[in-house]
């Protein structure tokens, strides 16, 4: 079997483990089997034909129920070849066979197998000690292997953050040697600090020899989710866990936008970032289409319910928008990157109190009215007046329109 994710990261480029279909669904949100298949779709198109070298989609969790396992299996059967499809499971047997069984007879198929790392998180899941979750975790591989050889079988090391780097080092190697495609380390709880996820990452990769492929899935509880998941790649790593705008269990964990952006927007700044030679380039088989951000993001948020606002960094309402006097003066200057370019948003210019009269004059002129001095500074007290009034920042154009239609001083011009 070719392992197209394992070949990806140990030729050093980024793998994005994509999880708002199934860690998502703990942030309370249902995604219907035909809109996981259209986002697997759609995230693929983010790297053309290199998609499943680039996404693993982690579809679901069969193990739910009936529901979940069609859905699953919607998306192995109908984003095959998009994307590299992966069903997650409990470590046991069983769940290993059913998760398996959804994925199966698809290329890129996977199944990810969830094995605590931790003593405290073993003794919750399977009522073992860590080392003999692990050592059953090894078995789980060797079976999974068995079922299906076509099938790669992965290993989520749940509470990687509290446990020990050299047991995990050594069960990396020993699953690997198994034949597991990667091993991810999973900050479960979103508790470490950046200093702890590069130790973390840095004593079990070294444990676990050249040949064991890690990988990250870091949770957002403390705020530093894209933080610690920059350590993971200074460390090597470069199969990332992320989910659309950061969908996950209680807080979240890394936003898939976020990562990408950052590390595509601007390649030299991002080979600095992470230590790497040359211009950033070989972090993809295909650079992402930043410009399909935005779409994908705005196709959750609509599904999910999960708002975009005005503070969402990459795909929020903010980008893009100029409100106030200086930087409507000089726009490139009060902006880390350009938005059209990268993105495909056009800047837009927002009436709100904080608006000078270049801002107002500048709506206005959109609007097919010409201010003169006298009109400028009566529609700039009218705007600010508005928004106190409303109580809303965001002044209604319609409104603002409807002034300027029975404003004296102003030229109505095409």
Request: hydrophobic share 50%.
């Amino acid at each position: 079997m070719r392992d197209v994710v394992r070949e990806s990261a140990s030729a050093g480029r980024m793998v994005v483990w994509e999880e708002s279909a199934r860690d998502g669904a703990q942030a309370k949100t249902l995604m219907p089997g035909s809109f996981r298949v259209r986002l697997a779709c759609a995230q693929g198109a983010v790297f053309g034909a290199d998609g499943p070298r680039h996404v693993v989609f982690a579809a679901g969790f069969p193990a739910v129920c009936a529901e979940e396992f069609e859905a699953v299996r919607q998306v192995a059967v109908e984003a095959e070849g998009r994307v590299s499809v992966a069903a997650v499971c409990r470590a046991t047997p069983a769940d290993v066979r059913q998760a398996v069984a959804s994925a199966r007879g698809t290329v890129h198929a996977r199944v990810m197998a969830v094995v605590p790392a931790s003593e405290a998180m073993a003794r919750v899941m399977v009522h073992q000690g860590a080392r003999e979750a692990l050592a059953q975790g090894a078995d789980l591989v060797k079976a999974a292997r068995d079922l299906d050889d076509a099938v790669a079988i992965d290993v989520c090391l749940a509470d990687a953050s509290r446990a020990e780097h050299g047991l995990m080092g050594d069960a990396a190697g020993e699953f690997t040697a198994l034949g597991a495609g990667t091993v991810i380390l999973a900050d479960t709880v979103g508790r470490q600090l950046p200093v702890e996820a590069a130790e973390m990452f840095a004593g079990v990769r070294a444990a676990a020899g050249p040949e064991a492929v890690l990988g990250s899935h870091l949770h957002n509880d403390l705020g530093l989710g894209l933080a610690n998941t920059l350590e993971a790649l200074r460390a090597g790593v470069r199969v990332v866990s992320a989910s659309w705008l950061g969908l996950a269990e209680r807080s979240g964990m890394v936003a898939t936008e976020q990562v990408l952006f950052l590390l595509a927007h601007a390649p030299e700044r991002a080979a600095r970032l992470l230590g790497l030679p040359g211009d950033g380039s070989g972090l993809w088989w295909r650079a992402p289409d930043l410009t399909r951000l935005p779409a994908l993001a705005a196709m959750v948020s609509e599904q999910t319910g999960v708002p975009l606002t005005v503070t969402t960094p990459v795909v929020g309402s903010g980008v893009g928008t100029i409100s106030t006097g200086t930087p409507f003066v000089d726009p490139e200057l009060f902006q880390p990157y350009d938005p059209r370019a990268l993105l495909g948003i056009e800047p837009s210019i927002v009436l709100t109190q904080l608006a000078s009269a270049r801002v107002v004059t500048a709506v206005a002129a959109r609007l097919g009215h010409r201010l003169d001095a006298a009109g400028a500074r009566a529609a700039t007290a009218w705007v600010k007046r508005q928004a106190f009034r409303a109580g809303r920042a965001v002044v209604d154009e319609h409104a603002f329109a409807a002034y300027l239609d029975g404003a004296a001083h102003v030229e109505v011009h095409p």
